[in-house]
């Protein structure tokens, strides 16, 4: 059976699919999808994909319309060996890990340039876009300085990932040879790779093309930043933040690092009790800048929570944890199935979470917290209410998010639609489906726990804040 890759090379997830492809051999068609024709908002590709964006991969019954889920998914079904994704649980780890950097921190900084190049018109491009971008390379300079590819000594689908966004990201900001030997170095290895030059350099030029096109002047010297990064992630991190780790301490007992507040650390708490994994919980002080500190950094350059500590293993981020958890402590494979076509769904979901539940949710305890808006901006409250759009689509064709059956992607969800809930209360007759799905897992043991209290404090500091004058 041919596979149907839904695409456009612009997108540098579609690049990140196209070559896995043919990495793997993937009997695939690929299907040309015009944005500008918008044929995305077609009711027949909604009906595959309600987020209405590319990359969709059609095998047979399953779709799938997240990137990192797709690689995932290619790896385990067409991959002749376990190289490109490792079926060891710790190896895998670190390559999800690294899946959900790219997803919540590289490619959202080439999203927000290209918005504001192409969508709002700017002639150049913000120095405080540039700088963001800058510290995205400083992550992967400290990643590469500790293995050759970004999840281990061997390349991975993390970095066919990877590769497809940072290339994108070198047309706004060059890279300083200087200043990030390590990754350029790693950059110049792939991009001669043949999979690379056949299916992700002839996007990237279009997509130059694109941003140089819309941009008035460009002055390749100013995007050159030199000096210690002072950046919009370090400061993001006391509000919420989803992240990934490594860390070196030999102990029985597992350690989180946490702070309440944050729904990717609630989502983890919540994991931790489903699987009964003993766990020492610590408490990382945002406002006295524990995130910061050096032993903290060494844990986590992104220097965000939560942090899973397991013996020689560190984790930073939600999702992967969840997954970590779940495969080492579940019992059975119910929370995250053992079946490719199943897992694949759970998968997206939680990509699905990552990209569009829980940036929204940030976006708005930003502006209140660190920037002081006194009110919500009627497109926040409009991208919330679309997240609410999107999950009642998903709760019309299942009971969970994932399927039938609950999983750690509800897990996931539910933190931040707690989280959502009391900044735009869901208009239960518009959203009947996830207004149910919403009340059961609010009365679940886990949640009372281990959710309920972070969203009461979230909600009494952002009221607190929002009604002082």
């Known amino acids: 059976m ?61 779709i799938i319309h997240d990137s990192h889920a797709i690689l995932m998914y290619l790896a385990d079904t067409y991959g002749t060996d376990d190289s490109w994704y490792p079926k060891e649980t710790k190896a895998r780890t670190l390559v999800n890990q690294k899946l959900f950097f790219d997803a919540c921190t590289l490619f959202p900084r080439l999203l927000s340039v290209v918005f ?55 047309i706004a900001l060059p890279i300083d040879a200087e200043k990030y030997p390590r990754l350029l170095e790693w950059l110049n290895g792939l991009v001669n790779q043949s999979y690379c030059q056949k299916f992700n350099e002839p996007g990237v030029k279009v997509l130059r093309e694109l941003i140089l096109s819309n941009l008035q002047s460009y002055d390749l010297v100013h995007c050159i930043i030199v000096g210690q990064c002072v950046c919009l992630r370090c400061v993001e991190t006391v509000v919420l933040c989803r992240s990934i780790f490594l860390f070196v301490n030999v102990t029985m007992v597992l350690k989180l690092y946490k702070t309440d507040l944050s729904p990717p650390v ?49 984790i930073h981020d939600s999702h992967a944890i969840l997954i970590y958890l779940a495969d080492k402590y579940g019992k059975d494979d119910s929370w995250y199935p053992k079946d490719i076509n199943a897992r694949a769904a759970v998968n997206q979901k939680l990509f699905f979470d990552a990209c569009y539940l829980f ?4 976006n708005v305890t930003y502006a209140i917290i660190l920037e002081g808006q006194k009110t919500i901006a009627q497109k926040l409250l409009n991208d919330i209410d679309e997240a609410y759009g999107f999950l009642e689509q998903f ?44 009340t059961e897992l609010e009365q679940k043991p886990f949640s009372q726990k281990f959710n309920k209290p972070g969203v009461k404090a979230l909600e009494d500091i952002v009221n607190k804040l929002l009604s002082q004058p």
């Open 2 to 62: 041919v596979v149907k890759l839904y695409k456009t090379d612009l997108s540098p997830p579609v690049r990140a699919v196209m070559m896995a492809c043919d990495i793997f051999k993937v009997p695939v068609e690929m299907i040309e999808v015009n944005l500008l024709e918008k044929e995305h908002l077609k009711p027949e590709y909604i009906k595959k994909n309600p987020l209405h964006s590319v990359p969709v991969l059609e095998d047979g019954d399953l």
């Open 395 to 438: 709760l019309s064709k299942s009971k969970y998010i994932a399927g039938e059956q609950i999983t750690i992607a509800d897990l996931s969800a539910i933190s931040d639609v707690t989280s959502m809930a009391f900044l735009l209360p869901i208009d239960a007759k518009k959203y009947p489906k996830l207004q149910a799905w919403l």
């Open 116 to 170: 504001s190049v192409v969508k709002e018109g700017q002639k150049c491009i913000s120095q405080k876009l540039l700088d963001n971008i800058d510290e995205a390379y400083n992550f992967m300079e400290l990643f590469l300085t500790q293995t050759t590819y970004i999840a281990g000594d061997q390349i991975t689908i993390a970095d066919l990932s990877a590769i497809s966004v940072v290339t994108s990201l070198a």
């Open 266 to 314: 609630r989502a983890a708490m919540m994991g931790c009790d489903v699987f009964n994994v003993p766990v020492e919980m610590v408490e990382v002080n945002l406002m006295n800048q524990d995130h910061l500190t050096p032993e903290y950094l060494k844990k986590n350059p992104l220097h965000s929570v939560p942090v899973l500590e397991d013996g020689d293993l560190i």
């Open 359 to 362: 940036p929204r949710v940030r």
